[in-house]
């Protein structure tokens, strides 16, 4: 009996392997429920056969009052994160400047909870979370029931790997239909579902909820002669571990992004939950060479999936002036990551977007990246209110100086009236010396208000006889000498700035960043823009009528001719150093789109010289679009483009119709 119990074991072993890792099952259904209750019944008889490989041992039963702290030898660190494709390039330009030619690993990023599994001999002797990264709790009476984990591996080794815990989207789905039937809670997604799971107490609830598995790591590969993770990752699989047959190794970076916006595309249909892809150099001795920070490998990094909508409490509304004196109401919210970065305010726009929405203080709000960049608030979650919240009120008066507010006629925006508040000089600072202004390191937010504050600045133009008041800068608690020094330095260099930085630092209404590149490629001169007529404003390309009024506007009122003039008399430069827009018929007005490794230019180099003959460039191919540019390695860009019918230019083509008289 002795023996047949062994054969069973084998037996049952074998055809779980199949199923659960291989996902090729060798047996029925009611051959497996045979051999599994001869099994049981033989252990049964005989308590003291039990085996620890045995599939027994998956059912689950045992019980434990806590979870044991866990040491881990190697310790199990987290990945930095990426949220865009010039990210992704940036990594791979940081690993190649350590004179590295990376092949690259690509995983899917499961959305699920990590998990270290020790063997000795081939047997699980335990499993870890991971905790801290060098501190987890032992888990392995939960890990045992995860019927895809090896009790045994298929060789005598000792040996410890790492991976992901996760449900099923369809093992959800059953288990909520279950609980529901029984008037229980629901669980609300896979990944809470698994974490929830494996940390039962009773591994039999663990048991019940059918988890699964992927292997994706083995800390020490050169010790087992792996020179590759590759190598690793098929050692792992011959052991009899599941590792995720979507892997993908890729040559280049460009090879990495089209491998993400694929699995991007099918996201929604895999069985498991995925909220990224993870992208490992290969090869262990250039793992080696790159190294770690304190906390992250540099030869890894992880790129997140935009999150659609994430939840908060809409703690406060407030009030703030911006430099023209319009009011925004503002959503003061409990810190919450979205899309990588940490929320805690966004714009309510004014007044009709709070009502539309129906928000009150107190409510639970969904959040989202519009562009998945502008934090905004998407809708009250009216379901969860409490009768706690408090209505929310327009103000009457200007928060800053009291002034009665103003509504223009046929508009939906508040004004505060009184063009000498306070806040709106601040703004207005802060504006001129932001990055895609004047781009001056060292005046933030909080210095601006500060230097205002002890009268030091109370226009733009005070900002360059700062140096005036160096000695008592630097006395002022949280100056330093050092820092004083740099502040002054980068006012000074900010002098030498091209015309667009101080057309848009002005804080022209309706003048952005791009707006103002065109003005000043046009029109050359500060000069030549101030003595510009409406006709001359209207007939440039993307310049339309509102824009070209508040131009005029500007610069017809005394008080802006004066600014002008004083910076003009401080030594600000006011001529445009960039390259002069040309009228080229194979650029003015259409819009390119770059893809691929360029050779010949780098990208910035390559937008620079079709704006500079009348084109623009754009991120995303589209109908709209008028030429595709294709360099090396070109992604999924080029082959929408090819579909869509658009214009295709080799990065020669491109070069030789620059060349062109």
């Known amino acids: 009996m002795l023996d047949r119990m062994n054969e069973l074991i084998d037996i049952i072993n074998e055809a779980d392997y199949n199923y659960h890792t291989l996902d090729n099952p060798t047996i029925t259904d009611q051959e497996y429920d045979k051999y599994l209750r001869e099994l049981f019944e033989i252990e049964e008889a005989h308590p003291d056969w039990v085996r620890e490989d045995s599939p027994t041992q998956h059912a689950g039963g045992k019980i434990i009052e806590g979870f044991e702290k866990v040491t881990h030898k190697i310790p199990m660190m987290s990945l930095s994160d990426v949220f865009s494709e010039s990210e992704l390039i940036a990594f791979d330009e940081r690993i190649k400047k350590e004179g590295v030619n990376p092949e690259y690993m690509c995983e899917l990023k499961i959305d699920g909870l990590s998990v270290s599994l020790l063997y000795e001999k081939g047997k699980l002797v335990r499993a870890a979370t991971r905790g801290d990264g060098t501190i987890g709790e032992d888990i392995t009476h939960n890990v045992k029931t995860i019927k895809v984990i090896p009790l045994k591996l298929k060789e005598e080794v000792d040996i410890e790997v790492r991976g992901e815990i996760f449900m099923n989207k369809k093992t959800l789905e059953e288990l909520n239909k279950k ?20 940390r039962q107490l009773d591994s039999k609830v663990a048991a019940e909820r059918k988890l699964d598995n992927f292997i994706y790591h083995l800390p020490n590969p050169l010790d087992y002669d792996l020179h590759t993770h590759s190598e690793a990752i098929d050692y792992m699989k011959k052991l009899g571990f599941k590792t995720n047959p979507n892997n993908k ?97 966004a714009t309510l726009h004014n007044e009709d977007y709070v009502k539309e929405k129906g928000l009150k203080i107190g409510d639970i709000v969904s959040i989202r990246k519009a562009g998945d960049v502008i934090p905004e608030v998407v809708e009250a979650k009216i379901e969860r209110r409490t009768g706690t919240e408090k209505d929310f009120v327009m103000i009457r008066e200007c928060p800053m100086c009291n002034s009665p507010l103003v509504k223009k006629e046929g508009q939906v925006d508040y004004y505060c009236p009184n063009e000498k508040c306070p806040a709106r000089h601040i ?77 848009f630092a002005l804080g022209i209404p309706h003048v952005g960043a791009k707006t103002a590149k065109i003005l000043a490629s046009k029109f050359t001169t500060m000069e030549n823009l101030e003595n510009a007529s409406i006709e001359d404003l209207v007939s440039i390309p993307d310049i339309g009528e509102i824009i070209a009024k508040s131009v005029i506007s500007y610069f017809q009122t005394n008080h802006h001719k004066a600014i002008v003039s004083e910076l003009k008399d401080l030594g600000i430069n006011m001529n445009y150093l960039g390259q002069k827009t040309e009228e080229r018929e194979e650029f003015t007005g259409k819009s390119f789109v770059l893809t691929g490794s360029l050779q010949i230019y780098t990208r910035d180099e390559a937008k620079e010289k079709i704006e500079s003959l009348g084109g623009k460039t754009v991120e995303s191919v589209s109908k709209k679009t008028s030429v595709v540019i294709v360099g090396a390695n070109p992604g999924s860009k080029y082959r929408k483009a090819q579909d869509l019918g658009i214009e295709i230019w080799t990065e020669e083509e491109f070069r030789e119709k620059l060349e062109e008289e």
């Open 179 to 198: 609980r529901k039937a029984k008037n229980q809670p629901l669980l609300q997604n896979c990944r809470n579902a698994a974490a929830g799971s494996i």
């Open 249 to 345: 190794l890729v040559k280049s970076i460009n090879e990495v992004i089209e491998f993400i916006e694929e699995k991007g595309t099918i996201r929604a249909n895999l069985p498991y939950d995925i909220d990224g892809v993870v992208i490992k150099v290969n090869n262990i001795n250039d793992q080696q060479k790159l190294g770690y920070t304190a906390k992250y490998p540099k030869w890894a990094t992880a790129y997140k999936f935009p999150a659609v909508e994430v939840l908060t409490k809409l703690t406060d509304i407030i009030f703030t002036v911006g430099r023209t004196g319009q009011i925004t109401p503002n959503a003061v919210l409990d810190p919450v990551i979205v899309a990588g970065s940490t929320i805690s305010r």
């Open 427 to 503: 703004e207005g600072l802060i504006h001129f010396v932001s990055r895609d202004a004047m781009n001056i390191d060292g005046l933030g937010d909080r210095i601006i208000e500060d230097f205002y504050n002890f009268g030091f600045i109370g226009n733009i133009a005070d900002i360059y006889s700062l140096k005036e008041h160096e000695k008592d800068l630097i006395r002022m608690e949280g100056y330093g000498e050092k820092s004083v020094s740099n502040m002054l330095e980068a006012i000074e260099k900010s002098k030498e700035n091209s015309l667009e930085k101080l057309i």
